[in-house]
């Protein structure tokens, strides 16, 4: 029965984070986009009793923090990242616009960024990701052709203190 109430409860938490990320970055970048004091930027998205953050600082490069916490703020889930488009790239707005694309098919079995692979056109993006909700951690890249163009790096996990048996 245990068993049962905390893998209800890692579904519950992997089926609010697509929601909260396909309605946060990868909506596009003027959607929910806020600016904060501290000059960073992001989305928050609340639902179904959790609330999302998710704040970055830069453009190219560029390095941020998703949060998700549960009632009265109790942090519960943390994923850090940090990314840049590749010099070799000449259309940094195209790059970014297809990585926002491959966001919007993230997916239960990979809930951190995006699918583990999707072409368009010239453009190939994959997601190496390792790890479970717990602690994890993975690296994003895209291609232009065969030439690397987009490269980001990734981790995170639980931020719920487990008692050891």
Not at 20 to 30: H, Q, S
Not at 73 to 81: E, V
Not at 117 to 123: A, G
Request: with cysteine.
């Amino acid at each position: 029965m245990i068993w049962v109430i905390f893998w209800e409860k890692k579904m519950h938490l992997i089926d609010f984070l697509i929601k909260a990320k396909i309605c946060g970055y990868a909506a596009g970048e003027d959607i929910l986009k806020q600016k904060f004091d501290d000059g960073s930027q992001g989305f928050e998205f609340s639902a179904d009793g959790y609330t999302y953050t998710d704040r970055y600082y830069g453009f190219n490069p560029f390095s941020g923090t998703e949060h998700v916490y549960r009632e009265k703020n109790t942090l519960i889930w943390k994923m850090n990242y940090h990314g840049q488009v590749l010099p070799a790239s000449t259309d940094t707005g195209k790059i970014y616009a297809f990585l926002r694309e491959a966001m919007q098919k993230i997916t239960p079995a990979y809930p951190f960024r995006g699918p583990a692979r999707l072409e368009k056109n010239n453009l190939l993006y994959e997601n190496i990701q390792n790890g479970t909700l717990d602690r994890f951690y993975g690296f994003e890249t895209i291609y232009e052709g065969t030439l690397k163009i987009y490269l980001l790096h990734y981790h995170g996990g639980s931020m719920i203190v487990k008692d050891l048996p």
